[in-house]
């Protein structure tokens, strides 16, 4: 949020073009919202629903329907919640990398196998 906002980090990465028309980056906003969206998911349900639920309120967004207040606002009440499904999410810190290749590895030997 601090990024979209323009307190953080580097500005190049906005798109001039859509902070003309709508005062913020909205395609930037968009996928703030939806990562907010994604890690809570994750943290509570571990799995990522595709497409997203909130897929048409992720378009309007995309298109500008809401000003960068109510953006800052839902980012506001999304980051704390996604903060707190991570304290409470049984999901390790970490990400077992050996373990992941492991069974992406065998995965991808059984789709061979069944051909």
């Known amino acids: 949020m601090k990024r979209l906002l323009g307190q953080k980090g580097q500005k190049n990465f906005h798109r ?28 509570v349900e571990g799995r990522i629903t595709l ?9 309007d967004i995309r298109r500008g329907k809401y000003s960068a207040r109510e953006i800052r606002e839902l980012g506001a009440q999304l980051e704390p919640e996604a903060l707190a499904a991570q304290a409470i999410s049984p999901l390790p810190d970490k990400v077992d ?19």
């Open 16 to 43: 001039a073009e859509l902070e003309k028309a709508h005062g913020y980056d909205t395609k930037y906003a968009m996928h703030v919202i939806r990562l907010y969206g994604e890690a809570k998911e994750l943290m």
């Open 51 to 59: 497409p997203r639920p909130n897929k048409n309120e992720l378009i």
């Open 97 to 115: 990398r050996g373990a992941i290749s492991k069974l992406i590895a065998g995965v991808r030997l059984q789709q061979w196998k069944e051909r």
